[in-house]
């Protein structure tokens, strides 16, 4: 999608009421679709995060920026995320926090970020981490400078492919869950993305699409 077309859906997306639980549960593996039912999440206490859905133009076309994590010794351990981190007591909210870990991550500079809205709380419970995902527009192309010790690789993924069902799959994969079980996930450029980001990106799909739609139903 041209970056100066979507930059007109823009105002669009902020008043959508958000799918949340419906749109998570799409993209839920079922172990935790299950878990998740009647969980009192404040009980556990969990540590918080925050994560930047980052759309911004690249080749005049709208994109959408994932990371690659690191291999390391935990349970995220390599998988595709969106640039984000742990809410420090210094940040002064969690739209501070998604600014700041995403300009640390990938070395995008809070001031070119305009955020737009918050999205749904994401609950990881392999980590016992409460996410909150904001969605921010950066209107000019960008370079990404990534944290070597944090980061592997950087993946730019076209709107238009994003929101295409062909990437919508079936997975087995061995998890904190079990192994060997059947996920959804994305297909995006080869990598399998399932569990909480897959569950964060299904809802931003569904409010973008009802944005679009909406949008047509006016014309």
């Given amino acids: 999608m041209d970056f100066q077309d979507f930059l007109q859906y823009v105002p669009n997306i902020i008043p ?3 799918p949340a639980t419906s749109a998570h549960l799409k993209m839920a593996p079922k172990e935790r679709a299950e878990g998740l039912k009647n969980l009192d999440i404040n009980a556990l206490n969990p540590r918080v995060a925050a994560v930047m859905m980052l759309l911004y133009p690249k080749n005049k076309e709208t994109h959408l920026v994932l ?4 291999a390391y010794d935990g349970v995220h351990s390599s ?5 984000g981190g742990k809410y420090e ?3 002064s909210g969690f739209e501070e926090t998604a600014l700041r870990e995403t300009h640390e991550e990938i070395g995008v500079l809070p001031e070119n970020i305009k955020i737009i809205r918050e999205f749904s709380p994401m609950f990881i419970p392999p980590s016992n981490f409460l996410v909150h995902p904001f ?5 000019e192309e960008l370079s990404f400078y990534p944290d070597v010790r944090e980061v592997a690789a950087v993946i730019e993924l076209p709107l238009s492919v994003f929101l295409d069902d062909e990437i919508i799959i079936e997975a087995t994969l061995s998890t904190s869950y079990g192994s060997n079980i059947r996920v959804p996930a994305f297909n995006i450029q080869n990598h399998i993305v399932w569990g909480a980001t897959a569950m964060i990106l299904s809802e931003l799909r569904e409010v973008l699409k009802i944005t679009f739609e909406q949008n047509l139903q006016k014309q």
């Fill in 16 to 18: 959508v009421k958000l």
């Fill in 67 to 70: 990371i690659v994590r690191n």
């Fill in 79 to 83: 998988q595709i995320a969106f640039p």
């Fill in 89 to 91: 007591t210094t940040d």
């Fill in 135 to 139: 969605l921010g527009i950066s209107s």
